[in-house]
């Protein structure tokens, strides 16, 4: 019975483990003003995300690295950093230049892929640092919808 129960509790633990879905696409959008086209690919517990996008008069690139996991049956949990570029008038965190603007951050978050069609669903906020076009210390949040592709 105890090997029973212990055959069981793995097949569990396996079960749970799953990722649930590999690649997707779809809009991010959050602090500070900026909307993005963005893709996300998993591997395992290792996800990625690219984005380009921009806001009233600035393009911007954005790259995030993320662990990746279930938090419970319907939820995951990430966190990780990421890194954004940009070209025109920057105002992230309320600062009104021009120019080139180099930034970091990171990422904590929340995900959620619905069961019945194929889209997720992520929340997330961090601290963002920004050494171009000046140096600036914020935070940021994003929400993201994506259509799920396999």
């Not at 509790?9 to 959008?29: H, N």
């Not at 959620?112 to 949040?141: C, T």
Request: charged share 10%; proline share 3%.
């Amino acid at each position: 019975m105890k090997a029973l129960l212990f055959v069981f509790a793995i097949l569990i633990s396996f079960c749970t483990s799953a990722q649930r879905y590999t690649s997707a696409i779809g809009l991010r959008s959050g602090s500070p003003n900026v909307l993005y086209l963005n893709a996300k690919y998993r591997m395992n517990q290792q996800a990625y995300e690219l984005g380009l996008g921009g806001n009233a008069g600035a393009i911007w690139v954005h790259g995030n690295a993320y662990y990746q996991t279930e938090l419970n049956h319907f939820l995951d949990y990430y966190y990780g950093i990421g890194a954004n570029i940009g070209l025109g008038k920057m105002n992230q965190f309320n600062a009104n230049t021009s120019g080139l603007g180099l930034g970091a951050s990171a990422v904590i978050g929340l995900e959620h892929k619905l069961e019945d069609f194929p889209l997720n669903v992520s929340l997330d906020l961090g601290p963002g640092i920004y050494v171009l076009p000046r140096f600036q210390l914020g935070f940021a949040w994003a929400l993201s919808v994506r259509y799920v592709l396999h």
